[in-house]
């Protein structure tokens, strides 16, 4: 099946400070990608729809001057968490949906921790 | 928008013996649903997936019923081992690259040896 490849797996921050993560689609071109959060012991949760070449859009709720979304080719999205606190410590992930079925890929998910 | 409830929570089985998670969704709609194994710090893995116009797919001890009527499908994992403990989500969605899922709570599914 298709590949999708997200990174850092693990990232610990200072509060206060910016961290990215990246979401790379390996195999295929991904108009759309998905970014999920998903606290200990729950189910995942959208944030934000990524598009390529256009502005992300954002479930509500969701800050999108925190949570920043840049889907600058068809192989990429990045989330850029600003200015973290302890409350955004998580875990992310990505998604991206193949043509034809759609069937859904994840990446290898960002465990975010704050300090 | 598409809201997914998932029952049970949480869920013990002897090994060997079957177990069944049951989710309702909300948007007549939807024609895709998908289930997901995810491990502890793992990403969710599809096992099994069915889309509106099947009513029953098998894919060895695993198999997923869809009724489009009540809105709801279930999961049916038989002859359990210790290596099927995991949480499990059903999601629902409609087909297609820019179509979002929609997941349920999840179910902790423990396997006793």
């Known amino acids: 099946g298709a590949v999708v490849s997200q990174h850092p797996s693990w990232v610990i921050c200072k509060s206060g400070t910016s961290v990215k993560i990246e979401c790379r689609s390996l195999?295929?071109?991904?108009?759309?990608m998905f970014w999920y959060r998903q606290f200990p012991k729950q189910s995942l949760m959208l944030m934000a729809t990524?598009?390529?070449?256009?502005?992300?859009t954002y479930e509500q709720g969701v800050e999108k001057d925190k949570f920043l979304i840049n889907h600058a080719s068809l192989t990429l999205s990045t989330l850029t968490v600003t200015s973290a606190h302890p409350e955004d410590s998580s875990f992310y992930i990505c998604?991206?949906?193949?043509w034809g079925e759609g069937e859904a890929f994840f990446g290898q998910g960002t465990r975010l921790t704050v300090v | 928008g598409e809201n997914v409830e998932q029952h049970p929570s949480t869920l013990s089985v002897q090994e060997g013996d079957s177990a069944v998670i049951k989710c309702t969704y909300s948007?007549?709609?939807?024609?895709?649903f998908p289930w997901y194994k995810q491990e502890l710090g793992k990403r969710p893995q599809l096992i099994i997936d069915?889309?509106?116009?099947?009513g029953e797919k098998k894919d060895q001890r695993i198999a997923v019923t869809l009724n489009k009527t009540a809105k709801h499908f279930s999961l049916h994992i038989t002859e359990t081992q210790p290596e099927d403990s995991a949480v499990y989500f059903c999601?629902?969605?409609?087909?297609?690259?820019?179509?979002?899922?929609?997941f349920g709570s999840g179910t902790q599914l423990t396997v006793l040896p």
């Open positions: 998604s991206a949906r193949g």
């Open positions: 948007d007549s709609a939807s024609n895709y």
């Open positions: 990524s598009n390529e070449g256009s502005k992300a």
């Open positions: 069915i889309r509106s116009n099947v």
């Open positions: 999601a629902a969605s409609l087909s297609g690259s820019a179509r979002q899922l929609t």
């Open positions: 195999d295929f071109q991904a108009t759309t």
